[in-house]
């Protein structure tokens, strides 16, 4: 029998199960999905209506709202589906700009990066005719602002061509919170014409500022750590020379009217997860963030050191520095687990020990990846005690 806290009702998830993969897909509470459901209700009462003019209307409002959340300008704000595709809209926008301007674009990212998120950047060279590499950093060493910088620095074309780098902000399998600023800091020093587009999928919510200094274009999921509906995202750009560049992947009414308006109708479509962020934010807001930080990052804490105590196991982390509200923990296995084995692992702690979480092999060791949000705590990690009674 999984103990719940007294806010663990709020969240819609089976009570059956220890969720402590916050992290994977975000939880929806109970009283957004109800604020989505009214939207969806509407929409289906009268959907001539809805789309004509209640929708419209409703999309600038909580763009507004959100935005103003954010501490930008809703000029510089779009809500888009999820990080992955915010990324490669940016990517692919800016690429753009240098084409028009008979130049060739260079791609940079870091194999820290989103693996779908590289497929994105490598598909948008091979069709743009632009260059696409990847600086290796390997984890959990290579995390500090001045080697992440040279390596980049590393693959820097000659000339000032035009040059767009990705950056994690939160690693995504291996939690770890990048020094984005200091990065973009170090290398515009040296080469002011570089565009920084930041993959910033786990930080609305979980960082207090989620906006580092000097980016591009920041994209972040809205419905992770901030509990929005899925899909919910935000695209912000860091300057209106910026915003004038942005374009959707495939531009519909409103085009002809730039940013953010040509991304407020992709056509017939679900745009409630939008409209609902505005009542995640107010949910969320209902403990501050210092209590949600103090909370979350106590039982990740706790979770990461019971975990390591029962399987014999150190921190590997040295100085690195985790994401506030996840954990990495090497499982004692004498040989990296592949995918399939990771895919059954995963599975079975479900069937069998009630517990979803993450589990990845990086650099030749296995991880298992815990989450902490407020309907979590310690005990409930217990479970994955037994997790190595289920390893091949
Ligand atoms: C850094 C990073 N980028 C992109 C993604 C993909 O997010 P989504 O599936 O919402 O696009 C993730 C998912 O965890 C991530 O961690």
Redesign the pocket.
């Known amino acids: 029998m999984i103990q719940h806290n007294q806010w663990a009702h709020l969240w819609q998830l089976d009570k059956s199960i220890a969720y402590l993969n916050h992290?994977?897909?975000g939880s929806v509470p109970v009283h957004v999905q109800e604020v989505q459901n009214t939207f969806q209700d509407r929409a289906s009462a009268n959907p001539n209506r809805w789309f004509r003019s209640e929708m419209p209307n409703l999309m600038i409002e909580a763009r507004h709202i959100v935005a103003y959340w954010f501490g930008v300008a809703p000029e510089r704000f779009a809500f888009v589906?999820?990080?992955?595709?915010?990324?490669i809209t940016a990517v692919q926008a800016l690429v753009d700009d240098a084409t028009a301007q008979k130049q060739q674009a260079h791609l940079i990212g870091t194999s820290l990066?989103?693996g779908?998120?590289l497929y994105g950047m490598q598909h948008v060279a091979t069709r743009s005719n632009a260059t696409y590499s990847v600086a290796d950093l390997v984890y959990p060493t290579d995390v500090g602002a001045d080697v992440i910088s040279s390596r980049i620095r590393a693959l820097l074309p000659a000339d000032n061509a035009p040059t767009i780098v990705v950056l994690?902000?939160?690693?995504?399998?291996t939690g770890v919170l990048l020094p984005v600023t200091e990065i973009i800091a170090s290398l515009r020093a040296t080469h002011p014409h570089i565009r920084f587009v930041i993959?910033?999928?786990?930080s609305a919510g979980m960082l207090e500022q989620p906006l580092p200094v000097g980016f591009d274009v920041w994209v972040g999921?809205l419905?992770?750590w901030l509990c929005a509906p899925?899909?919910a995202?935000a695209l912000i750009c860091g300057s209106n020379e910026i915003a004038a560049l942005m374009t959707p992947l495939a531009p519909s009414w409103g085009f002809e009217k730039g940013f953010p308006t040509s991304f407020e109708w992709q056509g017939t479509s679900d745009y409630s997860a939008y409209l609902s962020v505005p009542a995640a934010i107010t949910f969320q807001e209902q403990w501050s963030w210092a209590e949600r930080n103090a909370h979350n990052r106590a039982v990740a804490d706790g979770a990461a050191s019971l975990l390591r105590d029962a399987w014999g196991v150190t921190n590997h982390l040295g100085e690195l520095v985790e994401a506030p509200w996840m954990r990495m923990i090497r499982l004692p296995t004498t040989a990296p687990l592949d995918k399939s084995q990771i895919d059954s692992l995963i599975e079975r702690c479900g069937l069998v020990l009630n517990a979803e979480c993450a589990i990845m092999t990086v650099r030749g060791n296995s991880y298992v990846r815990i989450s902490a949000h407020m309907y979590n705590e310690v005990d409930q990690y217990e479970v994955l005690v037994g997790l190595t009674q289920l390893l091949p």
């Open positions: 992290g994977g897909y589906p999820n990080a992955s595709q915010g990324v990066g989103y779908g998120v994690d902000q939160i690693t995504s399998e993959d910033a999928a786990h999921n419905h992770k899925r899909p995202a």
